[in-house]
C-alpha cells in the first residue's frame, strides 16, 4: 500500500510541451500565436488579419469594447428613447451638442461605430465557430490521444505496485473506464480515455445561439411595426395605416404586413391608493374591449392590462398610458348644437392635471351670421383643489371633484392651412380672444353640468356631465421574438453545459517493473484545474485497486524515513480549495 | 366609469407586520455587529510562527535542505493486509506557485478558533433574524418584498449572508469569507435603513407580474453571488501581491503578514473565485433574458437599450470578458482577476448608480412616483 506523499519538483516542469500531444486539444480553442508580422503580399496580410481577428485576445478586445462602447448610450439622452430629452439637451448645450452629433451620439446603438464593433465581434466570433466545430468533429471522429511517457507529471496521477497481470489491469481499466461512460481504447503499455465532450458541444452551442439571436435581434428591426392610437370610451379602431395616431416600421416593413383586426374600447378602470405616504399612486389600471379578427370575425370581448397586452395574430396590443376626456357641447347664439364631443385630453402630471383645446371647425356662426370658427383652451383636473387653492392643480387621480377650466377665442383656426395640427393646440396668430366684462379673456371653471354663456350672444358651451376617460394603446407587430427566445434558451443551455462540464482525460498504464512486479500509474488530465479531476481519478483508483490489489508481503519500496518535511507543508496537497 | 366610486381594491398594508419587520431588522444589525467583534476576536488570536508557511513554501532552500528533500517520499504501511487506496497526488497548475493555504482565520490557535465558531453562530442567528425581517416586509405587502430599493438591499445582503452559510455548510472552505463579508453586510443595512428607507407598500400595476418575481430573485442571486466571488478576487489580489513579494525576496510588513499567511493560497483564492463567478453566469444571462420577456410584456419591446437593461448587458459582457480572459494566454491571473473587479463594478453601478443617478423606466426602484412616467401613465 504505498502512499506516495511528496514530490519535489519545481511546478515548472510540467509545462505543456511534456504532456505533448496529450494535452493538446483538450478544448478547441485557438491557439495563441505570437503576433509575427506576416511576409509580404496581399494574401499574406489577409490571412494574418484574418488570423488576429478570430484569435481570442482579439476577442477579448472587441468584447471590451463593446462594453466600453455601450456606456455613453445610457448617459446621454437617445433620440430612440426619448426625442424630448434630446431636444432639451441640445438646447443647453450649444457647443457638446454638435459634437455629439458627429459622434453619433444622440444615437449610440444604431451608430456607425457601435455597429462596426458588434459586426465584427460576430465575424471574429463566426471565423472561430467554423474552425472549431470542424476540429471537434475530427476529436469526436479520433481517439483520445495516448499517455504521456511520464504519467506522474500530470497535474493529478496515483501509482501503486500489483500482483496482476499487466495486460489484466489493463483489460480491468478498460472494461471500468467504459462503464463510466469514457470514450476509451488500449493504447501500447496504457489505456487513454477521455469523457465530458458535451462541454466543448454546449460552448459552440452558445457561441452560435449568440449568432442566432443577433440575426433574430436584426431581423425584428427591419420587419417591426409599432403604432400609437388614443381611443376615448365607446370609440374604435381598424387596424390600418390611417388610423394611427403616429407611427414607425422598420425598413422593410409594408402595409400589407398589418394584422387585419379591430376593436371597440369599452371602459377603462383606474384604481389609485387611497391613503399612505403612496396616495395617488396607481393600483390597478385595465380596459374592456370587443374586438375581432379579420375584417369580419365574430366579436369577442377581452380586457387589456398594463402587463398583459392583447394578442391578435403577430400583432400585440398594449395599454400604455390613459387619461381623461370632457364631453362639452357647444351652442350658437341661436341655441344650435354646432359641436358635442368627448374632447381627449393630455395629462400633465401624475394627478393627471390634464390640458388640451376644444376647436369647432365649422357649422358656428356668430352673431352677425358670419361663418367662424371658436376655440378653447381647456384645462381639466379629476380632484380639484376647491377655489381657495386658487390653482388648477389636481390633487388625486381619480374623478372626485372634477373641474373643467375654459377659456375662449374666435376667429380663424387655420385647419386648411395645409400644415397639419396638433388637435392639443391651437393656433391663436388668426384667432381673437373673447373679452369679459373688465376687458380681459373669458374664462369659466366649470363644473360637470354647468354651463359658461359666451358674451355678446355669441353663444354657450356645456360642461357635460359625462367626463369619459381615454386609453393610449400601442400596437407592436415583430416577427423574429420566437428565434430569438429560442436562441436565449439555446445560449443559457450551452453556456451551462460549457461551464459545468469537465472535460478530461484519464490514462492507466501497467508495466511489469524491474523485479517483476507489475507497476500501475494512472493519470487524469482537466482543462481547467477542478477539484474533480483529482476526486475520479482516486474514485477510479480505488476500484481498479480492489482488482489489483498490492502484493501483501511488498516491503520493497521502502524509503528514507528522515525526511523532515512539515506535513502540513506537503505542496498542492488537497485538492478541494 | 371610475368617478369617485373607484374602489381601493388595493388591500392596506398591514403595519403591524412592517413594524416587526424593522424590529427583526435593527436586531440583525446588532446581532451582526457581535459576530463581527466575534470574527476580529478570531483573527486577533494564533501567532506568527504558526502562521509563516507562505515564506517557507516559496524561500529557495539551501542546498543542504535540498539535499535531504528526497524526490519522492513513498511511505508504508506496516505489513497488515489493510486495504488502503492508492493516494492521489496533486500538483500545481503549469506555472502556478505551489503554495499551502493558510490554516484560517484564527491561524490555527485554539481560542482564535472557538471565537470563529461564535462568530458563524452569532451570523447564522443574524441570518435568521433578517431572513425574518424580509419575511416579515413580504407578508405586510402581500407581495414579495423586492419593490423598492430598501427591501431589494435587505434582501440582497440576507441572500449573500444566506450563500456564504450554505458554502459553509457544503463543506466549502470559506470560513476567511466571514469578516469580510459581516463589515458589508453591515454596512449594506446600514445604507438601506438610512438612507432607503421607504415605507411598506404595495406595487404600482407594471411590477404586477410573475416575471418580476423570476427576474428579481434571480438579479439579486446573481448578485449576491456576484458579490462573494469579488471579495474573493480582491483578497486573492493581495495574497497573490503577498506571495509575489516574498517570491521575489521581499519582506512583507508583519500585519500584512498575519492577515495573508492565514488566508487560502492565492491560487486558490482564484480558482474560489472564477468557480463562483462561473457558476453564476448562466443565471444572470437567464435574469436579462426574464428581465427582456418581462419588457416585452410590460412595455411592447423585450429591448430597448434603457439604461438599466445597457447596464445589466454591460455587466453580462464584461463578465463574459473576465471568462474569456481566464481561458487566453496573457491573461491569466491579476489581469483576469481586474477584470473581474470591472465587472462587480458594472453591477454595482447598475444597481446604485442607475437608481439614483439616470433616470429611464426602471425608476420604479426608488422612492416615489416615478412608476408612473415608467409606464407611460
Ligand atoms: C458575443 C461575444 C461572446 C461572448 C458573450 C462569449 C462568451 C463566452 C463564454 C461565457 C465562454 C465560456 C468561458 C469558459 O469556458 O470559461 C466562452 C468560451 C469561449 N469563447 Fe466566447 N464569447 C463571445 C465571442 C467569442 C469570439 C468572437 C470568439 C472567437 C475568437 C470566442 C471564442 C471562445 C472560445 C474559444 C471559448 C472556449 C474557451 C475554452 O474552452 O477554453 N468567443 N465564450
Known amino acids: 500500500m504505498s502512499k506516495t506523499t511528496t514530490d519535489d519538483d519545481t511546478p515548472k516542469a510540467t509545462d505543456d510541451q511534456e504532456l505533448g500531444a496529450a494535452g493538446s486539444q483538450l478544448s478547441t480553442a485557438p491557439r495563441e500565436d505570437a503576433p509575427n508580422l506576416p511576409s509580404l503580399g496581399v494574401i499574406g496580410w489577409a490571412r494574418w488579419f484574418w488570423r488576429q481577428l478570430t484569435s481570442m485576445r482579439v476577442a477579448l478586445l472587441l468584447l471590451l469594447l463593446l462594453s466600453l462602447g455601450a456606456i455613453p448610450g445610457s448617459l446621454i439622452p437617445q433620440t430612440g428613447i426619448d426625442e424630448t430629452a434630446v431636444a432639451d439637451f441640445r438646447e443647453r448645450h450649444d457647443v457638446l451638442a454638435p459634437i455629439y452629433d458627429k459622434l453619433g451620439l444622440f444615437n449610440v446603438y444604431s451608430s456607425v461605430w457601435f455597429s462596426a464593433i458588434y459586426i465584427l465581434l460576430f465575424v471574429s466570433l463566426i471565423g472561430c465557430i467554423v474552425p472549431r466545430t470542424w476540429q471537434f468533429v475530427g476529436q469526436l471522429r479520433g481517439r483520445p490521444p495516448g499517455a504521456p511517457r511520464r504519467l506522474t507529471r500530470l497535474p493529478a496521477h496515483t501509482t501503486w505496485r500489483t500482483e496482476a497481470e499487466p495486460e489484466a489491469v489493463r483489460e480491468a481499466a478498460l472494461a471500468l473506464l467504459k462503464k463510466r461512460r469514457f470514450r476509451a481504447h488500449a493504447a501500447g503499455d496504457a489505456v487513454a480515455a477521455e469523457k465530458g465532450y458535451l462541454r466543448e458541444v454546449g460552448n459552440l452551442l452558445f457561441h452560435i445561439a449568440l449568432i442566432v439571436m443577433l440575426i433574430a435581434f436584426g431581423w425584428g428591426q427591419l420587419f417591426k411595426s409599432e403604432g400609437n392610437k388614443l381611443i376615448v370610451e365607446g370609440d374604435g379602431f381598424a387596424n390600418t395605416l390611417t388610423q394611427y395616431d403616429d407611427f414607425k416600421s422598420g425598413n422593410l416593413f409594408t402595409n400589407d404586413d398589418l394584422v387585419p383586426f379591430s376593436f371597440d374600447v369599452k371602459e377603462f378602470t383606474g384604481t389609485y391608493e387611497r391613503t399612505g405616504p403612496n396616495k395617488g399612486t396607481p393600483r390597478t389600471y385595465q380596459t374592456e374591449v370587443t374586438y375581432a379578427e379579420g375584417a369580419d370575425g365574430e366579436e369577442k370581448t377581452a380586457l387589456i392590462k398594463v402587463n398583459e397586452p392583447l394578442k391578435i395574430g403577430d400583432a400585440k396590443v398594449y395599454l400604455v398610458s390613459h387619461g381623461y376626456a370632457p364631453v362639452v357641447t357647444v351652442r350658437d347664439g341661436k341655441g344650435e348644437i354646432v359641436y358635442q364631443d368627448a374632447v381627449p385630453l393630455l395629462p400633465l402630471d401624475s394627478n393627471v392635471t390634464s390640458s388640451g383645446v376644444v376647436k369647432v371647425l365649422d357649422g358656428y356662426r356668430n352673431s352677425e351670421g358670419k361663418k367662424e370658427q371658436l376655440g378653447f383652451n381647456a384645462f381639466f383636473v379629476p380632484t380639484f383643489g376647491g377655489s381657495a387653492t386658487g390653482t388648477m392643480l389636481s390633487q388625486f387621480p381619480a374623478l372626485d371633484y372634477p373641474v373643467l377650466a375654459l377659456s375662449a377665442y374666435h376667429g380663424d383656426l387655420k385647419a386648411d392651412s395645409g400644415i397639419p395640427q396638433s388637435v392639443y393646440q391651437m393656433d391663436k396668430t388668426k384667432m381673437k380672444e373673447f373679452k369679459d366684462a373688465e376687458g380681459e379673456l373669458f374664462k369659466k371653471l366649470l363644473m360637470p353640468g354647468e354651463t359658461m354663456t359666451l358674451p355678446d350672444g355669441a353663444g354657450s358651451v356645456t360642461f357635460e356631465k359625462d367626463v369619459k376617460e381615454w386609453a393610449g394603446f400601442q400596437v407592436v407587430q415583430e416577427s423574429g421574438e420566437g428565434w430569438a427566445l429560442g436562441g436565449a434558451v439555446a445560449a443559457i443551455a450551452g453556456l451551462a453545459g460549457s461551464l459545468f462540464i469537465q472535460r478530461r482525460r484519464v490514462w492507466v498504464r501497467a508495466v511489469r517493473g524491474d523485479d517483476g512486479v507489475t507497476v500501475v500509474e494512472m493519470a487524469g488530465l482537466g482543462r481547467s484545474e477542478s477539484a474533480k479531476v483529482p476526486e475520479e481519478l482516486g474514485d477510479l483508483a480505488g476500484i481498479l485497486y480492489d482488482q489489483a490489489p498490492a502484493p501483501s508481503d511488498s516491503t520493497d519500496t521502502d524509503t528514507d524515513p528522515d525526511t523532515d518535511t512539515d506535513p502540513e507543508a506537503v505542496p498542492a496537497e488537497g485538492a478541494e480549495k | ?272 473565485s472564477y468557480r463562483v463567478n462561473a457558476a453564476v453566469f448562466p443565471l444572470w444571462t437567464f435574469t436579462i433574458i426574464a428581465g427582456a420577456i418581462w419588457a416585452g410584456d410590460a412595455w411592447g419591446r423585450y429591448w430597448g437599450w434603457d439604461p438599466k437593461e445597457v447596464w445589466s448587458f454591460i455587466t453580462w459582457v464584461a463578465y463574459a470578458c473576465y471568462l474569456h480572459a481566464r481561458a487566453t494566454a496573457g491573461w491569466k491571473g491579476r489581469k483576469a482577476a481586474y477584470l473581474a473587479l470591472l465587472a462587480f463594478g458594472c453591477w454595482l453601478f447598475n444597481y446604485y448608480g442607475v437608481n439614483i443617478f439616470v433616470s429611464g423606466k426602471h425608476s420604479y426602484a426608488d422612492v416615489g412616483l416615478g412608476a408612473l412616467q415608467s409606464v407611460g401613465f
Not at chain 2, 486577533?44 to 524561500?59: D, N
Not at chain 2, 519522492?72 to 493486509?81: D, R
Request: aromatic share 10%; charged share 15%.
Open chain 2, 1 to 272: 366609469m371610475t368617478l369617485a366610486a373607484a374602489t381601493d381594491l388595493a388591500a392596506a398594508a398591514n403595519e403591524n407586520l412592517a413594524e416587526i419587520s424593522n424590529v427583526l431588522i435593527y436586531s440583525a444589525m446588532a446581532v451582526y455587529t457581535l459576530a463581527f467583534f466575534a470574527y476580529i476576536a478570531e483573527w486577533s488570536f494564533g501567532s506568527r510562527s504558526k502562521v509563516a508557511r507562505t515564506a517557507s513554501a516559496l524561500t529557495p532552500k539551501t542546498a543542504a535542505q535540498e539535499k535531504k528533500a528526497p524526490a519522492v517520499t513513498v511511505n508504508q504501511a506496516g505489513g497488515t493486509a489493510v486495504l488502503e487506496r492508492p493516494k492521489v497526488v496533486v500538483r500545481a497548475a503549469t506555472g502556478s506557485r505551489d503554495v499551502p493555504d493558510g490554516p484560517g482565520a484564527h491561524g490555527g490557535d485554539e481560542k482564535g478558533d472557538l471565537y470563529g465558531r461564535i462568530a458563524i453562530s452569532l451570523t447564522v442567528l443574524a441570518f435568521l433574524l433578517a431572513f425574518g425581517g424580509v419575511l416579515t416586509r413580504a407578508l405586510s405587502v402581500e407581495r414579495a418584498p423586492w419593490g423598492n430599493m430598501y427591501e431589494f438591499n435587505i434582501t440582497f445582503s440576507t441572500t449573500a449572508v444566506g450563500v456564504y452559510l450554505l458554502l459553509l455548510a457544503l463543506k466549502k472552505n470559506v470560513r476567511w469569507l466571514g469578516l469580510f463579508l459581516t463589515t458589508s453586510v453591515l454596512l449594506d443595512l446600514g445604507i438601506a435603513v438610512t438612507w432607503l428607507y421607504t415605507e411598506s407598500d404595495q406595487l404600482v400595476p407594471a411590477l404586477h407580474s410573475y416575471w418580476l418575481y423570476i427576474h428579481v430573485s434571480t438579479a439579486i442571486l446573481c448578485g449576491a453571488v456576484f458579490y462573494v466571488g469579488a471579495v474573493g478576487v480582491i483578497l486573492y489580489l493581495f495574497k497573490d501581491a503577498y506571495e509575489n513579494k516574498l517570491a521575489s525576496g521581499g519582506k512583507p510588513g508583519s500585519f500584512a503578514t498575519s492577515v495573508l499567511e492565514r488566508l487560502p493560497a492565492a491560487a486558490s483564492l482564484d480558482k474560489f
